[in-house]
């Protein structure tokens, strides 16, 4: 069975800094890595995806995160946070067959002006 | 491309009642999709899987005679929650998998559901 981990409830960063956003995943063969932002009562929209190629996916809003195989991580990050960035992140996988996706427990991340 | 819908965005309903929630692809036919359900703070946690013209694939734990699915056609799926209490209150999101773009997952604005 797939699980996705997001150790961290909560982030806090000053603005203009460098952000990170953990997930670690486990699945039984080759991932689809997503992130997805949510604002207050919203739905989720789609910032990146992992699904072969370079380790390293840009996505929007200035957002990347790296695939690291050995370490089972995708981790999202931005050179520099904006306080409009703060919002509920999600991490999800699904593995290369017709399942849905399995999303982590969400880190909300909080930037400070 | 690969817009969901869900209508409506929020409902108010009293205890007992049943409440129906459409989920639709605007631009692409969907044979498979997904209903998940937010409590708040936490992660999505997906309920069913809805095929079209086929039963709904429930998740462990989820009550199929409440929450009814339906995917009548390619474009539609309709959750419907049967004598809604106050427990089931919470952020209902519909995805449907677009097969034109390696059926990956597109996702609805969500419903906010709350039963008095």
């Known amino acids: 069975a797939q699980s996705v981990a997001q150790p961290e409830d909560q982030v806090n960063v000053a603005e203009g800094n460098p952000l990170t956003v953990k997930c670690t995943y486990s699945?039984?063969?080759?991932?689809?890595l997503f992130w997805y932002v949510q604002y207050p009562n919203r739905g989720l929209q789609f910032l990146l995806k992992?699904?072969?190629?370079?380790?390293l996916v840009k996505g929007s809003y200035g957002f990347e995160a790296e695939f690291n195989k050995s370490q089972t991580s995708f981790h999202l990050k931005k050179p520099s946070a904006l306080v409009s960035d703060s919002a509920l992140y999600f991490c999800a996988v699904r593995d290369v067959g017709n399942t849905p996706l399995v999303f982590g427990k969400g880190t909300r991340l909080s930037v400070i002006a | 491309g690969a817009v969901v819908s869900q209508h409506p965005s929020w409902v108010i309903c009293k205890s007992g009642t049943s409440v129906k929630i459409e989920c639709r692809s605007l631009d692409f036919q969907a044979t498979t999709m997904f209903w998940y359900r937010q409590f708040p703070k936490q992660s999505l946690m997906l309920m069913a899987t809805?095929?079209?013209?086929?039963?709904?694939?429930?998740e462990q734990g989820v009550e199929k005679d409440k929450f009814l699915i339906n995917h009548a056609s390619l474009t539609l799926s309709t959750l419907t929650v049967t004598s809604a209490h106050p427990e089931d209150s919470s952020f209902y999101i519909c995805?449907?998998?677009?097969?034109?773009?390696?059926?990956?997952?597109?996702f609805g604005p969500g419903t906010r559901l709350t039963v008095l």
């Open positions: 809805s095929n079209e013209g086929s039963k709904a694939t429930y």
């Open positions: 992992y699904i072969t190629g370079d380790n």
């Open positions: 699945v039984s063969g080759n991932p689809y």
């Open positions: 995805s449907a998998r677009d097969p034109r773009r390696g059926n990956e997952q597109f």
